[in-house]
């Protein structure tokens, strides 16, 4: 499910970069032909990165706090007025989650990772989708 995320995380953990922060950011372009799939995602994300012999602070490296940090920018965009919906939620944590990967890319395979970032996605949209009807 999260097939360009992760060949951008293997790639990134192959340059020896990584991952200190992924930004959600509105999108350009709502309604692209690559975002109207039956979860498009209205948001786009901003990866900064630096070079793992260079990387201070607190790189992204467990997948659960990534996934909460991830709900904190989607609640910041949602209480700007950022329409966010499942497509979004979905790609904002598989994204915060799979940056884990370039932390230490001897820790966990990034199909394992992949499978537990669609597994966090869903439980955040789960509970989003519930909080937003409240």
């Known amino acids: ?4 995320w992760a060949a ?10 990584v991952v200190t922060a ?6 350009e372009m709502s309604t692209s032909v690559t975002k109207s799939g039956t979860e498009p995602s209205n948001l ?20 659960e706090a990534a996934a909460e940090v991830g709900e904190q920018r989607l609640a910041a965009l949602r ?13 904002v944590i598989r994204g915060h989650v799979l940056a884990c990967y370039t932390s230490d890319p001897n820790k966990v395979h990034l199909d394992l990772l992949s499978a537990i970032a669609d597994r966090l996605a869903s439980e955040a949209v789960a509970r989003i989708s519930i909080a937003g009807r409240a």
């Open 79 to 91: 209480a700007a007025g950022v329409d966010v919906g499942v497509g979004d939620i979905r790609s």
């Open 1 to 4: 499910m999260c097939a360009g």
């Open 22 to 27: 992924v930004q959600a950011v509105k999108g």
């Open 44 to 63: 786009d994300a901003v990866v900064v990165c630096r070079r793992r012999t260079r990387a201070t602070g607190r790189p992204l490296a467990d997948p």
């Open 8 to 17: 951008l995380v293997g790639a990134l953990a192959k340059a020896e970069l």
